[in-house]
DNA sequence: CCCGCGGATGGGAACCATTGTCAAATTGAC
DNA sequence: GTCAATTTGACAATGGTTCCCATCCGCGGG
């Protein structure tokens, strides 16, 4: 018996900043980001609702060079990123030769239960000059 | 002027572990493996010679779905990898046309200084069963 | 409208991989 | 062998993230 997550304030605030963004973010950017917009919102509860947004992929995921978890509202459907390293600008980007490519590689290993990650990082034109 | 790194029992101890193992690993499984061979290392040794062979492109490293870094010792030149999630037994793969696609996708958007992260997770034939 | 259950919150402690510190040990050139 | 420079290693510190738990509050029932 799943119950449906309650309608809090801080749940709405977190995805009205979600839904303000275009790039990428962290949990502490969106957690300063609240703040500065007066919906303070504890950096435990900012964690745990990113965290249940991305496990139902109502939000995407990924991981910056340094280790930080980065979260973003996207289109739904499989897609992969070109993210601007110094902003966190990013184009949503689809690959369908990747994915067959990738699960005939895997197939042809006998690996089964596979996933695959794929991020283009690069500096966007803005951040370039 | 870069000074060429000693040749210490250390670093002649991880470098004798990578050549051994067939699998990505992470730095506290090296370090544990060390111990058990008796080449007893410490842990920061083990940290900084993984980094500096990853620096010097003469080892791979990736971060798993935990976050933790893993090394490999892999073949020369640009590839990508099939990794078990059980047991790190990993395939090297080439992918040209994944490299042309993602430095096409980056260019058209106008970013530059372009990297990517491609990997492949699964579980093996082994593990599987 | 009022209650009460159980999920949600938040502030601080705990986690844990990794990095920093620095005195002591080791290496390699001369 | 001598000596400066690099490397080591035990331990502390860092930093993102998760855990804990007393308190709060959304929400369905009465
Ligand atoms: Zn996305
Ligand atoms: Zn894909
Ligand atoms: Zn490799
Ligand atoms: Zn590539």
């Given at each position: 018996?799943?119950?449906?997550?309650?309608?809090?304030?801080?749940?709405?605030?977190v995805?009205?900043?979600l839904?303000d963004?275009?790039?990428?973010?962290s949990?502490?950017?969106?957690?300063?980001?609240?703040?500065?917009?007066?919906?303070s919102?504890?950096?435990?509860?900012?964690?745990?609702?990113?965290q249940?947004?991305?496990?139902?992929a109502?939000?995407d995921a990924?991981?910056n060079?340094?280790?930080?978890?980065?979260?973003?509202?996207?289109?739904t459907?499989?897609?992969?990123?070109?993210?601007?390293?110094?902003?966190?600008?990013?184009?949503?980007?689809a690959?369908?030769?990747?994915?067959?490519?990738?699960d005939?590689?895997a197939?042809?290993?006998?690996f089964?239960?596979?996933?695959?990650?794929?991020?283009?990082?690069?500096?966007?034109?803005?951040?370039?000059?």
């Amino acid at each position: 018996m799943v119950s449906t997550p309650r309608n809090t304030r801080q749940r709405r605030a977190v995805a009205a900043i979600l839904e303000d963004l275009d790039g990428f973010a962290s949990a502490q950017e969106i957690h300063d980001l609240l703040r500065h917009r007066g919906e303070s919102v504890g950096l435990s509860t900012v964690y745990r609702n990113l965290q249940a947004l991305s496990d139902s992929a109502e939000i995407d995921a990924l991981r910056n060079d340094d280790g930080e978890t980065l979260y973003r509202q996207c289109s739904t459907g499989h897609h992969h990123h070109l993210v601007c390293r110094a902003c966190g600008r990013t184009v949503e980007v689809a690959g369908p030769t990747v994915e067959r490519w990738a699960d005939s590689i895997a197939a042809e290993h006998g690996f089964v239960d596979v996933a695959h990650t794929l991020e283009i990082f690069g500096t966007c034109g803005n951040c370039a000059s």
